[in-house]
């Protein structure tokens, strides 16, 4: 690889249809302002890089990216790419992810409205972001340990899974399919609406009015805080571990849980059974 150190570049497609580069200690600032530095590239590699101008990697095949800094000012920093390795690396402008694919991400820190729009195949590790419609319309996502704030998050993505993350999210999977989340906490309001194929195992879940309208929902083992209103029109399988506040018109499947404050039916195609287990054993249908 041919490798530039202790640089800093302004201009416009600064290093446009590179191959086979290794950018390290590099600036992409100045007064020139230019766009587009890495347009067009493969086999990159940026490490210990300070990026503060716009759309840094667009079509760019093969991406490594280490322990640099994408500020605010790095809008859409990476748009139409794939095979791309982010590790240790702040990403700090709006749009920072999109219409991307195979990309993998660890021990990065997140700033950034509207990241990941359309990416197709992510794992991230480690990571902690916020954001606003984090992630709309991906596929195929594999999260582990990932600190996540925002609202909006994961409308609309399809077969995902999440584990030992920590979400704090309103309007969370809204419309997402085919997607699993396991030992992570979720807190927000109104979790998961018009899904379909959404699981949650061994979770906590915090939040008002959450899983309504949902198809092949399946809840294992699950804690749920603050919940009112719950399973509005939907189709579940619920084993619940904590009382809830209220239950509303389930539209089919069983939920099963120690206690709940109001059982709410008042429409005649709300014909999920709820089953109240009492510590001291036995079950009651409700």
């Given at each position: ?223 749920m805080l603050e919940a009112d209103l719950c399973f509005e029109k939907s189709e579940v399988q619920a084993d619940i571990t904590t009382p809830v506040i209220s239950i509303k018109n389930p539209r089919s499947g069983c939920i099963r ?30």
């Amino acid at each position: 690889m041919t490798r530039i150190t202790d640089k800093t570049f302004d201009e416009e497609r600064a290093l446009y249809g590179s191959r086979d580069i290794w950018v390290e200690n590099c600036a992409f600032d100045g007064p020139a302002d230019g766009e587009s530095a890495f347009k067009e590239c493969r086999n990159v590699k940026a490490e210990h890089c300070f990026f503060n101008l716009r759309y840094p990697f667009w079509h760019d095949h093969g991406v490594q990216i280490r322990d640099s800094e994408m500020t605010e000012n790095c809008r859409a920093a990476l748009w139409y790419s794939e095979q791309i390795e982010i590790t240790g690396t702040k990403l700090h402008g709006i749009k920072a992810l999109r219409e991307c694919s195979d990309v993998k991400m660890e021990d990065c820190h997140i700033l950034s409205p509207e990241f990941g729009w359309s990416v197709r195949g992510l794992t991230m590790r480690r990571c902690t972001a916020e954001s606003e419609y984090f992630m709309l319309r991906a596929e195929n996502l594999r999260f582990s340990q990932v600190d996540f704030k925002g609202k909006y998050s994961f409308q609309y993505i399809r077969d995902a899974l999440f584990e030992n993350c920590k979400f704090d999210t309103k309007d969370a999977f809204w419309h997402a399919q085919n997607v699993t989340v396991k030992n992570s906490l979720v807190k927000g309001e109104y979790l998961g609406w018009y899904s379909d194929g959404l699981t949650l195992e061994n979770c906590k879940i915090i939040g008002t009015q959450p899983l309504c309208y949902c198809k092949n929902l399946k809840l294992i083992h699950c804690e749920m805080l603050e919940a009112d209103l719950c399973f509005e029109k939907s189709e579940v399988q619920a084993d619940i571990t904590t009382p809830v506040i209220s239950i509303k018109n389930p539209r089919s499947g069983c939920i099963r849980l120690p206690a709940v404050g109001e059982i709410i039916r008042d429409e005649e195609e709300a014909k999920g059974e709820v089953i109240l287990r009492p510590a001291a054993g036995g079950c009651v249908c409700a």
